[in-house]
Structure formats: structure tokens, C-alpha cells
T-cell receptor, first 117, second 112 residues
Framework: ELKVEQNPLFLSMQEGKNYTIYCNYS?????LYWYRQDPGKSLESLFV?????AVKQEGRLMASLDTKARLSTLHITAAVHDLSATYFC?????????????????FGKGTHLIIQP | DGGITQSPKYLFRKEGQNVTLSCEQNLNHDAMYWYRQDPGQGLRLIYY???????QKGDIAEGYSVSREKKESFPLTVTSAQKNPTAFYLC???????????FGPGTRLTVT
């Protein structure tokens, strides 16, 4: 059974600071996803990481993937209040059933991030 | 506009009643998924479908049923057998051979 663990689950930080969210998973996978969720809303895709060593950056957020360590990180640089949200990582396993599609994502519990002025 | 629609946004039902949640997409995506989210938790997979007229159970399928008669539609029925149906339900879709899933706006179901 695939398990995905995020830490921390709750993070309160000040604007301007840097911090990293960690995502560990329990089985071999080359595909990891980061999503953002605002209160009461659906999920917004942030990053799709598809290979070992993949690194992607968008604004103050940078995500990386180490498939050998089964670890992904989401780094926040010089945090601003607008980044306050819950961040989820998710992993999928390639499906041989249909020859190409994914069986569905396994999510971590999410990191609830509050950025204070 | 292409996208995924879920209706209704909020749904209230009495215990013991079946209820069907709608999910429609006009993105021509092959695969569709249903997830459930409980407060303070991540999403858990209920059912998924890679092609029309075929679907697979996810991690928490008990008490739920689905159909996939059309490529663009994947309705979820929450039956009276589901012990704790109150939750936020999210539908997603993805193209064949692609990996990223695109999520709808969700339906918040409350059963009393």
C-alpha cells in the first residue's frame, strides 16, 4: 500500500522567511504532484515532477524530486501572506491495466501554512 | 470554456437516502476520478474510470457506486450503506497518457 507523509502538518511563519515542506512516499514512483488548496475551495495544480532530480520553480515556490530517497520538497522563499493555504503532495503509480493511465493519486494529509505579517 | 463542472455545490440529505453527485467535463479527457476529503485530511480515492463503460474501485469504494456511460460524465452515487457520507467530494479528469489530474470545484455533502 502506497503511503505519503508530509511534514510539518501545520506551519506558521512570518513574511520574508524561508521554509521547506517535506513529502516522503513509500513505494517506487517517478511522478509526484504538488497542489494548493484555499479554504472551501478545490485543488489548484502547482507542480508536476516526472523524473528523478526534477526541479520546478514558480515565483516564490520551488519543488524538487529525489526518487531514490522517495522524497520531494516544496521550498518557500521570502514568504508573503498570499501564500497562506494548505499544500498537498500526491503520488501515483503507473497503471498497466489500460496501458497508459494512472490509477489515481495518493495524497498526503496536507501542510496548513499560515504566513503572518 | 473547457473545464470540469460539479453540481450542486452544496447538498443536504437525510440519513438513509441515496444521493447522486454530478461530474461533467468537456475537455475530452479519457480518465475520470472521484475523491473524498474530510476536514483536515488529504483526499482519498473512491472510484476511477479510464474508459467508457469501465471503472475501478479506489481505496474507499464501500458505500459508493458509479457509472461511466459517456466519456464526459462520471456520476457518483452515495448510498445509504456509506456510514459517514458527510464530506467534500472532488471529481478530477486527465487525458490518456498524461499524468496530471484536473479538479472540479467540488460538492459539499451534508447528511443529517
Amino acid at each position: 500500500e502506497l503511503k505519503v507523509e508530509q511534514n510539518p502538518l501545520f506551519l506558521s511563519m512570518q513574511e520574508g522567511k524561508n521554509y521547506t515542506i517535506y513529502c516522503n512516499y513509500s513505494t517506487t514512483s517517478d511522478r509526484l504532484y504538488w497542489y494548493r488548496q484555499d479554504p472551501g475551495k478545490s485543488l489548484e495544480s502547482l507542480f508536476v515532477l516526472l523524473s528523478n532530480g526534477a526541479v520546478k520553480q514558480e515565483g516564490r515556490l520551488m519543488a524538487s524530486l529525489d526518487t531514490k530517497a522517495r522524497l520531494s520538497t516544496l521550498h518557500i522563499t521570502a514568504a508573503v501572506h498570499d501564500l497562506s493555504a494548505t499544500y498537498f503532495c500526491a503520488v501515483d503509480v503507473f497503471s498497466v491495466y489500460s496501458g497508459g493511465g494512472a490509477d489515481g493519486l495518493t495524497f498526503g494529509k496536507g501542510t496548513h501554512l499560515i504566513i503572518q505579517p | 470554456d473547457g473545464g470540469i463542472t460539479q453540481s450542486p455545490k452544496y447538498l443536504f440529505r437525510k440519513e438513509g437516502q441515496n444521493v447522486t453527485l454530478s461530474c461533467e467535463q468537456n475537455l475530452n479527457h479519457d480518465a475520470m476520478y472521484w475523491y473524498r476529503q474530510d476536514p483536515g485530511q488529504g483526499l482519498r480515492l473512491i472510484y476511477y474510470s479510464q474508459i467508457v463503460n469501465d471503472f475501478q474501485k479506489g481505496d474507499i469504494a464501500e458505500g459508493y457506486s458509479v457509472s461511466r456511460e459517456k466519456k464526459e460524465s462520471f456520476p457518483l452515487t452515495v448510498t445509504s450503506a456509506q456510514k459517514n457520507p458527510t464530506a467534500f467530494y472532488l471529481c478530477a479528469s486527465s487525458p490518456y497518457g498524461d499524468y496530471e489530474q484536473y479538479f472540479g470545484p467540488g460538492t459539499r455533502l451534508t447528511v443529517t
